[in-house]
């Protein structure tokens, strides 16, 4: 299923990805550090949403207490449990 997460606090206005299950895929940020997003999205593609919260979560950015990695984080969270609620890829 496709997401997509508005973001709050930072350079990027919104990312999209897929989520099967717990799995991540087909990352892409809108907005924001083009270089360090793609390398985000790469580096995280495939991973479990567990995978991503453990790598991802509390990153701040400069004087931020969120960064873009951090809303990553809390959007596949969020995507996961609302993917669960309604029974898909589960």
């Known amino acids: ?11 990027s206005t919104h990312i999209k990805f ?10 892409e940020f809108f907005g924001g550090c083009n270089g360090n997003l793609k390398a985000i999205s ?3 593609d495939g ?3 567990e995978e991503i919260e453990s ?5 701040e950015c400069g004087r931020r207490p969120t960064s873009c990695s951090d ?4 959007a596949v969270r969020e995507a996961y449990e ?9």
Do not use: H, P, R, W
């Open 1 to 11: 299923m496709e997401y997509i997460y508005e973001t709050s606090g930072v350079c």
């Open 18 to 27: 897929d989520i099967n299950g717990d799995k991540i895929s087909n990352i």
């Open 42 to 44: 790469s580096l995280c």
């Open 47 to 49: 991973m479990t949403v």
């Open 55 to 59: 790598k991802c979560s509390g990153i």
């Open 71 to 74: 809303q990553f984080a809390k």
């Open 82 to 90: 609302a993917a669960k609620a309604e029974g898909i890829g589960q």
